[in-house]
């Protein structure tokens, strides 16, 4: 079945980086779409980037461009999500999701001093 197993969540301060991993099985993943979505405490789940099965194709939402970088190794089927330039305001779960129909546990990340 589906797996997706996210990790690299943490407490950093602002203006920090962090990398967070996917690690994914159970389906083709070099044909799959992924996404990290995050949710803020007390608000919706809500897309953060996309990343196409080539990896050629990426998006982001205007909350975290140029800050955000999605990147994904198909021969390990890890999808990664760096984030630099951390600011308080991201701190919230963070979910790995595959095609939209199937997401991990999510891994918590704080930013504060």
């Known amino acids: 079945q589906v797996q997706l197993v996210e990790s690299g969540g943490g407490l950093v301060q602002p203006g920090g980086s962090l990398r967070l991993s996917c690690a994914a099985s159970g389906f083709t993943f070099a044909r799959a779409n992924m996404y990290w979505y995050r949710q803020l405490p007390g608000k919706e789940r809500e897309l953060v980037a996309f990343i196409s099965s080539s990896g050629g194709t990426t998006t982001y939402a205007d909350s975290v461009k140029g800050r955000f970088t999605i990147s994904r190794d198909n021969a390990k089927n890890i999808v990664y999500l760096q984030m630099n330039s951390l600011k308080p305001e991201d701190t919230a779960v963070y979910y790995c999701?595959?095609?939209?129909?199937?997401w991990g546990q999510g891994t918590q990340v704080t930013v504060s001093s």
């Open positions: 999701c595959y095609a939209r129909v199937a």
